[in-house]
């Protein structure tokens, strides 16, 4: 599967990227990483990470499935309007 993008260029375009790459590098599971990010993360980043993963995953089922191309930008703010969409409904 070719990709457009990688998803790095989302963590980067976010400002989280440092923090998961450290982790990453430890070698560990995917749980324990993900585990090991959430913990030196603050509410607010916690909640970014987890919508900008949602938006890579779905748009990497829109590629499989539909072949429907995005750039990382657009990955970055779809995730990041889901984001605010969440937070504008819960006020």
Request: with cysteine; net charge neutral.
């Amino acid at each position: 599967m070719v990709c457009i993008y990688s998803s790095r260029e989302c963590w980067q375009q976010i400002g989280l990227w440092s923090q998961i790459h450290k982790k990453a590098q430890l070698n560990l599971s995917f749980g324990v990483i993900m585990f090991e990010i959430l913990q030196v993360l603050d509410p607010s980043q916690r909640v970014t990470l987890t919508c900008i993963m949602w938006s890579i995953w779905k748009q990497r089922n829109d590629y499989i499935w539909r072949n429907e191309v995005m750039t990382s930008a657009t990955v970055s703010d779809q995730g990041l309007n889901l984001l605010a969409g969440w937070q504008n409904a819960q006020e």
